[in-house]
């Protein structure tokens, strides 16, 4: 009985300090992890909207909607939204970039844990390309992939839904800029 509650005592002394290992590594890590998110949305704006040179963001509380974007003249030349789906086995963050005309411009994936040949084949070329000059008359164009439909569906999903919830408050801040 001594014996089953000392290995008791041993084996929490051990959980003891290995959970305070792991806390320490993630306070450590984690200011530089919000740092590269970071640093991987300014990059991604500008792969969606290469002809910005600035981007303003509007947030309704904590949570950024959209950005304007803007040229070297402080001109609004678009806008590029942000969305958040779930897909097949991870939570999709993508960015997309519009144009005056409501027209997307490009896409970028910025997070994804998807199903590697299956799910991930939403950050390929192919697929991305399909959005680019569509607008949401045009939408319904985009082909998801096959075996990846949960995936790249929401994928889709989320950026028409989006744009068909911004479509009035981005078309009233085009007719505002001009």
Do not use: W
Request: charged fraction near 20%.
């Amino acid at each position: 009985m001594k014996e089953m509650i000392k290995f008791g005592f041993i084996l929490g002394f051990i959980c003891f300090l290995a959970s305070g290992v792991l806390a320490v590594v993630n306070g450590v890590t984690t200011p530089k992890i919000e740092a590269q998110k970071v640093l991987e949305e300014k990059t991604g704006l500008q792969e969606v909207l290469p002809a910005a040179a600035t981007f303003k963001p509007h947030t309704q509380g904590e949570i950024t909607d959209y950005y304007n974007a803007y040229d070297s003249s402080n001109k609004l030349i678009g806008f590029v939204i942000k969305t958040q789906t779930k897909g097949y086995s991870s939570t999709i963050e993508a960015l997309t970039g519009l144009n005056l005309t409501l027209e997307i411009t490009n896409i970028k994936i910025l997070s994804q844990n998807e199903t590697p040949g299956l799910g991930a084949r939403i950050t390929e070329p192919a697929f991305k390309g399909q959005f680019k000059g569509k607008t949401l008359v045009t939408f319904d164009q985009i082909q998801a992939i096959t075996g990846a439909t949960i995936s790249s569906g929401g994928v889709m999903n989320s950026i028409k839904n989006k744009l068909s919830e911004l479509n009035g408050q981005l078309s009233g801040e085009i007719k505002s800029a001009r």
